[in-house]
């Protein structure tokens, strides 16, 4: 399947994505598994502009980690979800990896990249939840 196809077949759906749905629950166990730190979540459902319901933010402390929690949110989706990423990009770079499910976004970053692009200051118009 390729990905528009994917892409026009999961379009947002009229029941919309909450903090208690399963792919949700899903990827911040996966992130808490793999020891992912500073993970939030950021409610883009009122931003008008905003691409996605939800953005999972998360912390790796080095890049074996970083990998490690993209890895198994992917895994853990599939098994519990039976979702495929949309898209995922950073992988080779090692310093942000971005994983999209259409509906929620994950972001795993390294913590200089965290600082530099502030995506929560970004979004600040969006709840904001911490999940430690």
Not at 14 to 41: D, Y
Not at 85 to 90: A, D, R
Not at 108 to 126: N, V
Request: charged share 30%; net charge neutral; glycine share 2%.
């Amino acid at each position: 399947m390729n990905n528009l196809t994917a892409l026009e077949s999961r379009k947002k759906s009229i029941t919309r994505l909450t903090r208690n749905s399963k792919i949700f629950k899903t990827i911040i166990h996966a992130i808490e598994e793999k020891k992912g730190e500073k993970i939030v979540s950021l409610d883009l459902r009122k931003i008008p502009e905003a691409v996605s319901d939800f953005f999972i933010v998360c912390e790796a402390n080095n890049t074996t980690q970083l990998r490690a929690i993209a890895d198994s949110v992917e895994y853990e989706v599939k098994q519990k979800c039976g979702e495929l990423p949309y898209k995922h990009e950073g992988k080779q770079a090692q310093q942000w990896i971005l994983i999209d499910y259409i509906n929620v976004v994950v972001h795993i970053m390294m913590p200089d990249p965290r600082k530099f692009y502030q995506l929560e200051e970004m979004w600040s118009d969006a709840p904001m939840m911490e999940h430690e």
